[in-house]
């Protein structure tokens, strides 16, 4: 028996659980805890009219973003869309550099020159968040076809929301990924709605997923807001995508705490259901299914959370400390040499 | 340590709020995520969630004025330990009032700029721009280096352009020396007076009288008087004098010949100023004898002969370099026969006067030599006709081989 | 000849417009692994208009790759391979269907660079072929060039020859950035000397086809045939005009421009895209505000396509778009009567 299955049957823990080591969940937590905190401190800043422009939270996803990612190696890529800072800082980013970025300095990871919706972390894997919905779908072909060219055994993960779904290049790219048996996977943040639009209002089938068979590709629907549950999807894709096998659909099902953006009224759902879904927020659910296992005791997770704390203030220093671009650099970086 | 309620900004454009209603009260407890105060924004009415927990105190009033985003409204007594530090407002100490700068208004009415407006009453367009010149820029470019006068050019292209031919044609021909030669730029009186005259060519329609007149009566009334004159004002008077006044007198009698185009209408002018044409230092200017049909010889003599001096010691300002109605040119003394003017525009005519020579003429059968001088009158045909033009040389005629100069 | 391109060798051998660029394709897949070609029926059916010809049996499937319908699938997937690490060119069927991939052209490929701070580059290379005159009607004879030559971050580039062709598409495919390159349906079967090397033409700069002194013709892919065999009708009538092929429309090259209009005070545009808002209105401005300006002896003049989409009928269809006829006409009314 290996030892997490022990371990499991010791414990009674569930094997989503049992699958990743001690060191691998307190990472998890970390970054669920980074996340939070950062898009706090972000909102903040946006409140206080530090922020340009607007921006897309994902508070209450945070789940969906480290489970998935949390299979991938640093040579994996990722493309994401323009609520992206989950993504990214699952991916590994530096907060201090994505929080210069929202500030529009030249410290930014695009130098200032793209802002929230366009966060990149080219080094680190992080091929873009993307300001146009499913803008990152048909370019995750691309990457899996380059990837399959050059014999590499990299995967690309591709997230994108249930209003992508329903775009054509949705379409054209599952297709093409299933034809090719590209190293995709593509991960659908299914958080209930469009902009204001809920899912069944503007989807035919109940499941983004059940269109995978569509495109003969594995379709696997869990409960965004379990990160075990997630994580374990996720392994299974990338392992397949790894081995050569082909693509999957993954959906997981959660919610925004928050609106759309930040001028978003609300008036599009009830506070009931935004209440029923804070009370499933998934940080406390998990901290709280770590210590019953006795994976984490209660003062490591009040050190993890305040280790985020601690960079997320850091990260406001660096942001505000940092030069804005000069004015006379405008044209520069159109062209590539 | 107090946290802070701020007014957030929601839009991308937002710069103020206002507070409609607070739904706590001063020193009730609060949740993070109770709804603290209902935020008009100029889309929609936005409720606002509390930060965090605690007591809540020191509220904003309700008096509907706009705060600027990121001020505090309200503090919140925080007892939570790991509840997120309040960050250093840059707006912590201002005034809960947005400060007076008003919301962008949209750009106020550009006035347009007003063209001056013509009007009839405006008098006759002695200083207006002549009409725009067209011609390429390489013309332009080409006139400029040899020197042409672009004005004088006759265009060759559409709507009466001026290209680049047209100007070669005009340059002189290029020698084997031209480096040698000198290129004088014109001044701004040529300048002004070449387009001036070149537009007078060009858009008035110019006739020709001639008159041999006999300076005789003249001449001796002349003499007679010139002592006196020149006792009263300092000079004797000149036959250009003399004839300035005899010609004012004849254009009262004649008003078409003292007018001055004005769109399609002729401006009959109530004065006979007469222009009289001298050179200054190879310039052509025309200091103006005003009123001269109510003056006396001796007072024109007195002008005329203040504006001489003025002009050579160039003191006499432009004023009265410009604006006759009539202009006078004598080119007798430089031994000139005869010759035919070009029309001061823009007044309706001119009159070229030729030396006075003996010349031998029939009187009551008789062959004599009497002293002639040659008139010519230019007139614009727009304003004056041949017969206006004739009578008004008959009247002059008349008026000067039997003159009165009372 | 500029040292940057190849004198002609020799052994002059032609080509066909279509064999040129099937050269340089081989020539850039043998040289370089990353290089690919995919498009609609590029493969065994040998591409719509036979450019890529054999080329899949050289290459294998892997290297030339057929592909759906999913210009916005494919020209995203270009985008991709391209950020990493691989050299796609893309064959989109007809230019017109570029309409579909706008987005991926236009928001991600343009853009990425910029909006990701230089961190990235898109060498991507998209083959289009556009154009009229084969009775293909509106919705597969436009001439679109002029949208792509307004956006910053593409470059764009329209060969008229053989020779430039394969030069051109060699110089895509090595620049860092993303290309298009518009390529004229009826230029395909055209025949001219090709170079066996691997040689580039450098993208931005402008040939002239025929020196003159009366007036200066700048035009792009079959204008400029048209346009080198108006001049020669011309100079019978005693004018000498001076045809300028600008091949690329972005960067263009402004200094051979404004050099030869310097010299021949006089300018007439020709494309074939539509006038209004077009190539001709940029190349006319930018040489009024140019030191050129002075130099002009008459207005600038532009003949362009017709405010209408292309006509099916074959006259309407040739009477939509500048015709040789038209170019002398034109240039003689410049010249003999300075108007536009």
């Known amino acids: 028996m290996s030892r997490d299955a022990v371990r499991a049957v010791k414990a009674r823990v569930r094997p989503e659980l049992a699958a990743l080591d001690r060191a691998t969940l307190r990472t998890a937590l970390l970054r669920m805890h980074l996340i939070r905190r950062f898009e706090e401190m972000a909102e903040q800043s946006y409140m206080r009219g530090l922020v340009h422009g607007t921006m897309h939270l994902s508070i209450g996803q945070e789940a969906s973003a480290v489970g998935a990612v949390l299979p991938l190696r640093r040579d994996d890529y990722i493309l994401s869309t323009h609520r992206g800072h989950g993504h990214c800082i699952a991916k590994g980013a530096d907060p201090a550099r994505m929080l210069a970025e929202f500030f529009g300095k030249e410290t930014g990871y695009c130098r200032g020159r793209g802002g929230s919706m366009h966060i990149a972390d080219v080094e680190g894997g992080n091929l873009g968040a993307n300001g146009i919905v499913a803008g990152g779908l048909p370019i995750a072909v691309g990457v899996g076809m380059s990837i399959k060219a050059q014999k590499q055994d990299r995967v690309c993960m591709v997230f994108f929301g249930d209003g992508a779904a329903n775009e054509g290049a949705f379409h054209e790219s599952l297709n093409m990924a299933s034809i090719w048996r590209l190293p995709v996977v593509f991960v659908c943040e299914n958080n209930q709605y469009g902009m204001s639009m809920d899912i069944g209002q503007a989807m035919a089938v109940a499941n983004v997923a059940d269109r995978a068979a569509a495109y003969a590709m594995p379709g696997v629907t869990v409960d965004g807001n379990d990160l075990p549950v997630v994580a374990a999807a996720s392994r299974a894709a990338v392992d397949r995508a790894r081995r050569g096998a082909g693509p999957t659909l993954l959906e997981c099902r959660t919610y925004r705490i928050r609106g759309h953006s930040k001028s978003d009224r609300n008036l599009y759902r009830t506070k009931e259901e935004i209440e029923r879904w804070r009370a499933a927020d998934p940080i406390p659910r998990l901290e709280g299914e770590l210590r019953e296992a006795g994976v984490l005791g209660p003062s490591d997770v009040a050190d993890i959370a305040a280790e985020a704390q601690r960079t997320i203030e850091a990260a406001l220093a660096f942001a505000q400390s940092s030069p804005d671009p000069d004015p006379a650099d405008l044209l520069r970086d159109v062209y590539a040499a | ?406 | 000849m500029p040292p940057d391109e190849v004198a002609v060798e020799a052994a002059a051998r032609e080509l066909t417009y279509a064999e040129a660029i099937r050269e340089a394709l081989a020539q850039a897949m043998e040289a370089d692994p990353r290089v690919f070609l995919f498009g609609e029926d590029v493969g065994v059916y040998g591409g719509a208009f036979g450019v890529s010809g054999d080329l899949v049996h050289r290459f294998g499937k892997e290297r030339v790759i057929d592909t759906p319908i999913s210009e916005l699938g494919l020209a995203g997937a270009a985008v991709g391979a391209a950020l990493t690490g691989m050299r796609p060119v893309l064959e989109i069927q007809f230019s017109d269907f570029i309409t579909l991939a706008m987005e991926q052209v236009v928001n991600q490929a343009a853009k990425i660079r910029f909006m990701f701070g230089g961190k990235a580059s898109v060498p991507l290379v998209v083959r289009l072929p556009g154009g009229s005159g084969t009775g293909a009607a509106a919705q597969h004879s436009q001439s679109l060039e002029a949208w792509f030559a307004h956006v910053p971050g593409l470059k764009v580039v329209q060969p008229s020859t053989p020779h430039d062709v394969k030069g051109l598409l060699l110089a895509a495919i090595d620049d860092p950035n993303p290309v298009l390159i518009f390529e004229h349906k009826l230029l395909y079967k055209t025949r001219g000397v090709v170079p066996q090397a691997a040689y580039r033409v450098p993208i931005g700069r402008a040939v002239v086809r025929r020196p003159g002194r009366d007036v200066t013709i700048v035009a792009a892919s079959i204008m400029a045939l048209r346009a080198a065999a108006a001049a020669e009708r011309l100079a019978a009538d005693g004018i000498d005009a001076e045809v300028i092929d600008l091949r690329s429309l972005r960067p263009i090259d402004l200094p051979t421009i404004a050099a030869s209009v310097t010299r021949t005070h006089r300018l007439l545009i020709v494309y074939e895209g539509v006038k209004t808002m077009g190539i001709g209105a940029e190349i006319a401005a930018q040489v009024a505000e140019s030191e050129a300006f002075d130099c002009l002896d008459a207005p600038i003049a532009r003949l362009g396509g017709a405010d209408s989409p292309i006509p099916y009928n074959p006259v309407l269809e040739r009477a939509a778009v500048p015709q040789e006829d038209d170019i002398v006409a034109a240039a003689r009314r410049l010249v003999r009567q300075g108007l536009a």
């Not at chain 2, 900004?9 to 209902?38: C, H, P, Y």
């Not at chain 2, 067209?134 to 009466?160: C, K, W």
């Not at chain 2, 525009?345 to 003996?358: E, T, W």
Request: without cysteine.
């Open chain 2, 1 to 406: 340590m107090a946290l802070e309620v701020v007014l957030p900004k929601v839009d991308m454009d937002m710069e103020t709020g206002v507070i409609a209603a607070w739904r706590v009260a001063e020193g009730d407890r609060v949740n993070a995520g109770d709804v603290l105060f209902e935020m008009e924004t100029s889309k929609s009415i936005m409720e606002v969630e509390s930060p965090g927990s605690g007591i809540i105190r020191n509220l904003a009033p309700v008096d509907g004025a706009a705060v600027a985003v990121g001020t505090p409204v309200a503090w919140i007594d925080d007892e939570r330990a790991d509840a997120p530090r309040a960050l250093h407002a840059t707006a912590a100490d201002a005034s809960r009032r947005a400060d007076a700068a008003p919301p962008r208004a949209p750009a106020a009415q550009a006035s347009a700029p007003r063209a001056a407006a013509r009007t009839a009453d405006d008098p006759p367009n002695v200083t207006d721009e002549p009409p725009p010149l067209r011609a390429t820029p390489y013309a332009r470019q080409l006139a400029r280096a040899s020197g042409v006068d672009l004005a004088s050019v006759h265009g060759s292209g559409p709507r009466g352009r001026v290209v680049a031919a047209d100007v070669v044609a005009r340059a002189p021909a290029e020698h084997a020396d031209a480096a040698d030669e000198a290129l004088v730029p014109f001044s701004a009186t040529r300048r002004i007076a070449a387009q001036r005259l070149a537009e007078s060519v060009r858009t008035a329609p110019h006739f020709y009288l001639t008159a041999h007149v006999e300076m005789t009566a003249l001449r001796a009334a002349l003499s007679e008087r010139s002592r006196d004159v020149h006792r009263a004002v300092g000079s004797a008077p000149t036959l250009t004098v003399a004839l300035a006044f005899l010609a004012a007198r004849a254009l009262m009698r004649h008003p078409m010949v003292n007018a001055s185009v004005q769109g399609p209408a002729a401006r009959l002018h109530r004065h006979a100023d007469i222009g009289i044409a001298m050179d200054r230092d190879g310039d052509l200017v025309v200091p103006v004898l005003r009123n001269a049909e109510t003056r006396s010889l001796a007072e024109l003599t007195a002008d005329f002969a203040r504006l001489r001096d003025g002009v050579r010691a160039h003191t006499l300002p432009p004023a009265e370099l410009a604006g006759g109605t009539f202009t006078l040119s004598n080119l007798g003394m430089h031994g000139v026969d005869a010759f035919t003017a070009i029309i001061n525009p823009p007044q309706s005519a001119i009159l070229a006067i030729g030396r006075v020579v003996d010349t031998p003429v029939g009187r009551d059968g008789q062959i004599v030599l009497r002293p002639l001088a040659t008139l010519s009158l230019s007139s614009d045909h727009r304003i004056v006709d041949g017969v206006t033009a004739a009578r008004f040389m008959a009247d002059l005629r008349q008026s000067i081989e039997h003159p009165a100069f009372e």
